[in-house]
């Protein structure tokens, strides 16, 4: 039976993964953060199936002795302060999980179970102005916030101790994945979530920020796949999972709605861009500058054509699917809360 250690297992991707590996017959061990109220978060179902270690991506005495108790033949690193926005407000918090923490990780696999294999989560965030349309492996590196900075570096350290040290470790460049399991802080899921609350008169309508934004979206669940499938070969190497496709804002927003039973139409643009449900003439949705980025991305579309050859990887879930799961969950999610509110 081989062993896994995921950091961030309680995450969305996390639990996926966790989900994957244990059907895999693995046994699998989760690092925790000691908190004064445990929350297991999206692995609740499963807990009582996951070893739990404390642990903190920032205290490497901490990393090695997760390593030592788990003994594991394969770590996936998905810890991080992964919410854009906030790296602005903490880039120091950042930098020390996203960046030094990848190398407190190594350093942990190198000196406990130098033959463990190693999965580092980068992201098509480092890609920032983008230099090249579709981004590939390739493709010039120009990160736009902190925590695509923090990230590059955690991919370099990476890329770094397989070259030094001859691990293997390999990094995922992973595009947009979203999943009825993300955070409500994440756009895509405040979409959803206001979607649903709007739809059942909870809320009036929906603020975001840059409505042309394009980004390469992807089901969370397939690209976990993605990540296992890396760690299988021969040979470490690094990966672009996208879905070869790009959306903007906007149309997530748009097929968000009529998931839910509502047609948007926009009108304006730029700060003064709305959006009406066409049946009721009524304002949906509205432009806020505050949700502006300092220093936007405006477009993300990766190629996954070395992932799809080498790992014979293909992505099952498409974009309109992805976004009518998220709606139809917050729907459910939503009504469950008003039918506690009126008992």
């Not at 003994?71 to 992964?82: C, K, M, R, T």
């Not at 990160?143 to 001859?166: F, M």
């Not at 993300?182 to 929906?206: C, P, S, W, Y």
Request: include cysteine.
């Amino acid at each position: 039976m081989k062993s896994a250690l995921i950091t961030g297992i309680n995450g969305q991707d996390g639990s996926y993964l966790a989900e994957l590996l244990l059907e895999k017959g693995y046994e699998v061990y989760g690092l925790m953060r000691r908190k004064s109220v445990v929350s297991y978060g999206n692995v609740e179902h499963i807990k009582d199936r996951i070893h739990f270690i404390y642990a903190d991506m920032t205290d490497v005495v901490s990393l090695i002795n997760a390593m030592e108790v788990s003994q594991a033949d394969e770590v996936y690193n998905l810890a991080a302060q992964s919410f854009v926005a906030t790296s602005w407000e903490q880039p120091l918090a950042t930098a020390q999980i996203d960046a030094l923490g990848v190398t407190n990780m190594l350093e942990a696999i190198r000196r406990v179970k130098p033959e463990a294999r190693f999965y580092q989560a980068s992201t098509s965030e480092m890609f920032g102005l983008v230099q090249e349309v579709p981004q590939k492996e390739t493709t010039p590196f120009y990160p736009r916030s902190p925590y695509g900075v923090a990230k590059l570096y955690g991919h370099w350290i990476t890329k770094n101790y397989r070259e030094s040290y001859k691990l293997f470790t390999c990094s995922g460049i992973l595009f947009n994945h979203e999943s009825e399991r993300r955070g409500l802080e994440f756009v895509t899921r405040k979409i959803t979530n206001a979607v649903a609350r709007i739809k059942l008169g909870l809320q009036d309508h929906l603020e975001l920020g840059n409505m042309d934004a394009k980004r390469d979206w992807g089901h969370s669940q397939d690209y976990v796949r993605a990540m296992w499938l890396m760690l299988q070969q021969d040979t470490p190497d690094d990966y672009v999972v996208a879905s070869n496709e790009t959306h903007p804002v906007r149309e997530f927003v748009e097929k968000a709605f009529k998931a839910a039973g509502i047609d948007v139409e926009f009108s304006g643009s730029g700060l003064d861009e709305i959006g009406k449900d066409k049946a009721t003439g009524k304002v949906v949705v509205k432009v806020n500058p505050k949700f502006f980025r300092p220093a936007e991305v405006e477009l993300l579309y990766g190629n996954p054509a070395k992932a799809e050859k080498v790992l014979g990887w293909k992505r099952e879930i498409s974009f309109e699917e992805l976004v009518t799961r998220m709606v139809k969950n917050d729907l459910a999610i939503v009504e469950r809360e008003i039918k506690a509110e009126n008992l």
